[in-house]
């Protein structure tokens, strides 16, 4: 990696895009759910950091979008196709959306991980993007990084080390 190659990090609700021969990073995706949005050809990819699943269910006038997979999803596409990705091209991978805690009594509501993965599924599909590639659900969090020059997630996961989707 020369100085000029740059890791753009993403931090928790935010998001952010890459061109080659950058990078982009987040870390910390416990129950959130990493979404990669890319355009294989352009070598430039998105990373959304998603906290949780609908911004309809925020009370708050001055909600963060960047934290809902409904907003989230639509503003890193915007953001792409702007800055010359083909709506047609884009794919996605995914990551994180770990249950991080045993809940004794079940509640739904706690489960946050899944139902951001399925809220992401959701929107996706709405935006006919498909999904090449997805390491989700389990226990642990993860960090990830995305190359858009090579297309490849590199995932960190606390007890398996590093793969590669």
Same mark, same amino acid.
């Given at each position: 990696?020369?100085?000029?190659?740059?890791?753009?990090?993403? @931090?928790?609700?935010?998001?952010?895009?890459?061109?080659?021969?950058?990078?982009?990073?987040?870390? #910390?995706?416990?129950?959130?759910?990493?979404?990669?949005?890319?355009?294989?050809?352009?070598?430039? =990819?998105?990373?959304?950091?998603?906290?949780? !699943?609908?911004?309809?269910?925020? +009370?708050?006038?001055? +909600?963060?979008?960047? +934290?809902?997979?409904?907003?989230?999803?639509?503003?890193?596409?915007?953001?792409?196709?702007?800055? =010359?990705?083909?709506?047609?091209?884009?794919?996605?991978?995914?990551? =994180? @959306?770990?249950?991080?805690?045993?809940?004794?009594?079940?509640?739904?509501?706690?489960?946050? #991980? !899944?139902?951001?993965?399925?809220?992401?599924?959701?929107?996706?599909?709405?935006?006919?993007?498909?999904?090449?590639?997805?390491?989700?659900? #389990?226990?642990?969090?993860?960090?990830?990084?995305?190359?858009?020059?090579?297309?490849?997630? +590199?995932?960190?996961?606390?007890?398996? @080390?590093?793969?590669?989707?």
């Amino acid at each position: 990696m020369n100085k000029h190659d740059q890791i753009i990090k993403v @931090g928790i609700a935010d998001l952010n895009i890459a061109k080659a021969p950058d990078k982009i990073r987040t870390s #910390g995706l416990g129950s959130c759910v990493g979404v990669i949005i890319y355009d294989e050809k352009m070598k430039l =990819g998105g990373l959304a950091h998603i906290m949780l !699943p609908d911004s309809q269910q925020a +009370k708050l006038t001055n +909600k963060n979008n960047y +934290k809902y997979a409904d907003t989230a999803i639509q503003i890193l596409v915007k953001k792409m196709l702007r800055h =010359g990705a083909r709506q047609f091209a884009l794919q996605a991978k995914l990551a =994180g @959306g770990a249950q991080m805690f045993k809940f004794a009594n079940g509640n739904d509501m706690m489960r946050i #991980g !899944p139902r951001n993965i399925a809220a992401v599924k959701k929107i996706l599909a709405q935006y006919r993007i498909p999904i090449i590639a997805a390491d989700v659900g #389990g226990s642990s969090g993860r960090t990830i990084e995305f190359d858009p020059a090579t297309n490849r997630l +590199k995932i960190r996961t606390v007890n398996k @080390g590093e793969t590669f989707i």
